[in-house]
């Protein structure tokens, strides 16, 4: 059974950075292709960035050149590097996974996430 387990959230003021850490056991997240989404205060749940088994990532408009998404294979662990940090950036943010295998076919094809870790940007 996949188990997602984030960490690294936090209270930082506009400008800042954060790095969000997901640790899995279940799978090996090499051969998946794995995400990070968020849901703000009253906003519907959004995909930020995604890394496939083989190829580059892909970011969201709203995060590209600001967020970087990596994976420490030796450490089966997903991260999420949050820099320049925006209050619009305040949200919980989660680690997904798409079972199905290593393509990223779209934020819809994500069918399994983590409990969260909540991320607040003050100004």
């Known amino acids: 059974q996949v188990q997602l387990v984030e960490s690294g959230g936090g209270s930082v003021q506009s400008g800042g950075s954060l790095r969000l850490s997901c640790a899995a056991s279940?799978?090996?997240?090499?051969?998946?292709?794995m995400g990070w989404f968020r849901q703000g205060p009253g906003k519907e749940r959004e995909g930020v960035a995604a890394?496939?088994?083989?190829?580059?990532?892909g970011y969201a408009a709203s995060v590209k050149g600001r967020f970087t998404i990596s994976r420490d294979n030796a450490k089966n662990t997903l991260y999420l590097q949050m820099s320049s940090l925006k209050p619009e950036d305040t949200a919980m943010y989660y680690c997904?996974?798409?079972?199905?295998?290593?393509?990223?076919?779209?934020?819809?094809?994500?069918?399994?996430w983590g409990q969260g870790t909540q991320v607040t940007v003050s100004s």
């Open positions: 997904a996974i798409v079972l199905s295998g290593g393509y990223c076919r779209g934020w819809a094809a994500f069918d399994y």
């Open positions: 890394i496939a088994s083989v190829g580059s990532p």
């Open positions: 279940g799978a090996t997240l090499s051969s998946y292709c």
